[in-house]
């Protein structure tokens, strides 16, 4: 069985060696860049939430040099290059932020977690800020391959059972994993997008890599703004 810990976070996503696994996360960091420039306004700020190794950052230095970009990542080394500041915790920001985003993280956060950390978005955000998250599609016939691609890479046994992951390719509800941070056992980005919901509005609603129906893609990603405040302006 292969360590996933020893293995870069790059050979996982854009560089595996599953062809089909290499085409969508290269997709995936595409459209991340793509949407977070449209979005972006001229000298603009950007949070990278989960920034991971910069990738999408340092790529939207290279087509938006005006712009202003700011990584938060607890847990992966810090890369030094001068583009890129770095801080601890959203919430030291208010009403600064034109663009925060969060690609592929939000399905390892705690309920608790996930909702400090739109609250916190929200609160750094500008008015007729963005938000942009994307999110791994873990139902529907997109499943099957997904743990098949998994066992493949790194070995061992799949985190389902086979009642589990039947459920999970009928798109019902299977229990989430004990450590969401090693799994993605159980993430279904419908209970996401009724989180999101809560806090922001979801004005945008993209899935990748093919046109075609969520259950044989493999990402979504939702574009949100935030909610008016009742008695303002």
């Not at 603009?44 to 040099?65: H, I, K, M, N, Y």
Request: proline letters at 5%.
């Amino acid at each position: 069985m292969k360590d996933s810990a020893a293995i870069s976070y790059d050979q996982q996503t854009v560089d595996a060696p599953n062809p089909l696994a290499r085409f969508s996360h290269r997709t995936r960091a595409r459209r991340s860049v793509a949407l977070t420039k449209q979005y972006l306004p001229t000298n603009g700020t950007v949070v990278d939430f989960g920034a991971g190794t910069c990738r999408q950052l340092l790529s939207l230095a290279e087509e938006r040099p005006d712009a202003n970009l700011i990584a938060l990542e607890p847990y992966m080394e810090h890369i030094h290059d001068s583009r890129v500041a770095y801080i601890d915790r959203l919430s030291t920001l208010h009403e600064t932020i034109d663009v925060v985003t969060a690609f592929e993280t939000c399905e390892h956060l705690s309920d608790d977690d996930l909702r400090t950390f739109l609250t916190d978005a929200h609160a750094a955000l500008t008015e007729g800020g963005t938000l942009i998250i994307s999110v791994p599609i873990m139902i529907g016939t997109a499943l099957l391959p997904k743990e098949l691609s998994r066992i493949a890479s790194f070995g061992g046994r799949s985190d389902y059972s086979l009642a589990e992951l039947v459920r999970g390719i009928c798109a019902l509800s299977v229990a989430r994993a004990p450590d969401r941070g090693t799994s993605h056992k159980g993430f279904d980005f419908r209970c996401l997008r009724r989180k999101i919901a809560e806090v922001f509005v979801v004005e945008r609603e993209l899935l990748s890599p093919v046109p075609l129906p969520w259950w044989i893609n493999s990402q979504i990603f939702f574009v949100c703004r935030k909610k008016r405040e009742t008695g303002r302006g």
